[in-house]
């Protein structure tokens, strides 16, 4: 099967359906999941699928004291309390039930509004949007809904650990497009055109991006969406940090343009935007057929969202928009404290226009990005997460979060340039 270079482990020469799960058993090994006789009892497609590149680190880190992580990808701020409110008294009200499959039918009518306001596309609350388990689920339920076995969805490389994973834990093939920090690690539509085989279903679009910070201009943005129509493909788009877009740059949501809203399944949630990682709590709006078949899967394998995450999501569309916000404002002052401090000491960082990582690369250092990360664990105690960990292309980065205090990122440059400056390979 033809599919764009990619050194994951799911590239066709390592598909376990025609070589017999390459790497697989020892995989298996690893999480002590063989059988008594050696074989494995992992289904085929889950041992295709890579253990986390992240994991490492953060066992190095649990086990260390004075640790500044700019390494996991969440807001350091706690929810904003009415919302939190607003969750405690689902409780005290009893409100400790399943909800429709569905989800509450009024925050299903609240996102409708507040997307109709701000995407400026109306989608039915009854058939057209579901409340998910964060976005997580609602990347599993799009997959699921729409891939037969073999069929290609189309990623950028780097991309957020998650999206080849569904892909490939769906039944499908994963075709990583390589982007590039000297194009501002956008996808290149004329490469993603090139990518587009018999047996392509969809492309998957994650902007703001995770884990680069990129933001797709309209023009590529209309560019994608005109190859997306002319070769009849379904779109999943990843929208969790469309509320975090800084500076004069703009998000634009793919459904909203013309003749896109009937083949995408946009993806959006709480998580982010209104600090609420551990709530649970996202939603997804996809035309009517593509709503039914995740929903089919959400109904088995979930039932519902946890109800009190959802009335405390409602009281987030309902009255969060301040935090969002102020977060916001928050983010931005971090996030140029963070670019420009890396460009100062060297490691070039283009500017991140969304979402709340800087990727710099770390290439001048002469170190590769898991060494450079576990060297300046170990000697300054400062966590970023190795490019790599997020596809091939994303070598000789690495990813820093500032989600994290201004105080903190302002102590982690100056470990940082500590580090490059007693560095035994730094310049
Ligand atoms: C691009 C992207 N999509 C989805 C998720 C998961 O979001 P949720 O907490 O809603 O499951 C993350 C979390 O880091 C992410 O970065």
Not at 144 to 158: F, W
Not at 171 to 184: D, E, F, K, N
Not at 361 to 366: N, Y
Request: overall charge negative.
């Amino acid at each position: 099967m033809p599919i764009a270079s990619n050194d994951r482990s799911y590239s066709s020469d390592d598909d376990p359906r025609r070589t017999g799960a390459a790497g697989a058993g020892s995989a298996a090994a690893a999480l002590g999941t063989g059988s008594a006789d050696g074989a494995t009892r992992i289904a085929e497609r889950v041992q295709a699928v890579p253990g986390s590149g992240i994991r490492r680190f953060f066992d190095i880190i649990a086990s260390m004291d004075h640790v500044i992580s700019l390494g996991v990808g969440e807001p350091d701020f706690v929810t904003p309390w009415p919302i939190s409110e607003a969750g405690i008294r689902a409780i005290e009200q009893g409100h400790t039930h399943y909800t429709s499959n569905l989800g509450l039918l009024e925050l299903r009518e609240a996102i409708a509004r507040d997307l109709e306001r701000r995407y400026g596309v109306e989608w039915d609350p009854r058939e057209e949007i579901l409340i998910t388990t964060g976005v997580s689920e609602g990347l599993d339920l799009a997959a699921r809904a729409i891939i037969n076995p073999g069929d290609e969805v189309i990623v950028a490389d780097p991309s957020y650990a998650a999206h080849a994973p569904a892909i490939v834990l769906a039944g499908g093939m994963p075709v990583s497009i390589t982007t590039r920090a000297s194009q501002g690690f956008v996808l290149d539509p004329k490469e993603v055109e090139a990518a587009i085989t018999p047996r392509t279903k969809a492309l998957l679009v994650a902007y703001p991006s995770n884990p680069t910070g990129a933001v797709l201009e309209r023009a590529t943005l209309e560019a994608l969406a005109d190859i997306a129509r002319r070769h009849d493909l379904l779109v999943i788009s990843d929208e969790i940090y469309d509320r975090l877009v800084y500076g004069g740059f703009e998000h634009t949501p793919i459904a909203s343009l013309p003749g896109m809203k009937e083949r995408t399944i946009t993806l959006g949630g709480f998580s982010k935007s209104h600090a609420m990682t551990g709530w649970r709590v996202a939603w997804a709006a996809a035309p009517s057929d593509l709503f039914a078949g995740m929903l089919k899967i959400h109904q088995y394998a979930m039932m519902s969202a946890p109800t009190v995450a959802q009335y405390a999501a409602l009281e987030a569309v309902r009255a969060g928009e301040e935090y969002v916000v102020a977060m916001r404002e928050e983010y931005d002052r971090r996030r140029q404290l963070m670019w420009r401090g890396f460009n100062k000491l060297g490691l070039a960082c283009a500017e991140p226009r969304g979402a709340f990582y800087a990727f710099p690369s770390v290439a001048q250092t002469g170190y590769d990005d898991e060494t450079f990360a576990e060297q300046l664990l170990i000697q300054e105690q400062v966590a970023v997460v190795p490019g790599s960990a997020f596809g091939a292309a994303g070598a000789g980065h690495v990813r820093a979060c500032y989600a994290t205090s201004y105080d903190e990122i302002e102590d982690a440059l100056e470990r940082i340039g500590r580090f490059l400056h007693y560095a035994p390979l730094a310049k």
